[in-house]
């Protein structure tokens, strides 16, 4: 079946380091791939997204490009801040049907 | 535009009881989408609502049911609580079938069974 597997956490940085969370799919056919973020006490929160082979969604810094001869769609921040802090999740869809998560990953962004 | 709002936002219930919790969908959006969250974990499907009908059902039984109205708004009901309910309900819009549109969650509903 359809599903999203994510590095497993808690992602502890330091601020400003290098972010990346990978996100890797199992699917046939042709999803379309997201990031979410979820802050304590909070529902889910669109990140980016990109719908086709090799487009980059990019949002607030963040920036994930869908691999398709690797079915990855890998999370990346440059320069992480506190703020960051939060559980990531990465999700797919395709046409007609609901949307499928990852299990999440807890981002902890130390001063 | 308004957001998806959903009620309430805490609830506490006795096993076996049964429960309603409601979510209105972002204007213009005719998809609901329920997902149950337990804690440290990533949203299950439960079902989804397009136009007020069932339009897929994740492996949830037969007492999770739902709801979608006119107005787009929706019900998730659950029967004959059990303490593995207790968990965080979250309600998704969307504006239509087409993979490319996301979703907008609401806040979610803390259901906890005692």
Known sequence: ?111 | ETGVTQSPTHLIKTRGQQVTLRCSSQSGHNTVSWYQQALGQGPQFIFQYYREEENGRGNFPPRFSGLQFPNYSSELNVNALELDDSALYLCASSQGQNRDYGYTFGSGTRLTVV
């Open chain 1, 1 to 111: 079946g359809n599903s999203v597997t994510q590095m497993e956490g808690p992602v502890t940085l330091s601020e400003e380091a290098f972010l990346t969370i990978n996100c890797t799919y199992t699917a046939t056919g042709y999803p379309s791939l997201f990031w979410y973020v979820q802050y304590p006490g909070e529902g889910l929160q669109l990140l980016l997204k990109a719908t086709k082979a090799d487009d980059k969604g990019s949002n607030k810094g963040f920036e994930a490009t869908y691999r398709k001869e690797t079915t990855s769609f890998h999370l990346e921040k440059g320069s992480v801040q506190v703020s960051d802090s939060a559980v990531y999740f990465c999700a797919l869809r395709y046409n007609n049907n609901d949307m499928r998560f990852g299990a999440g990953t807890r981002l902890t962004v130390k001063p």
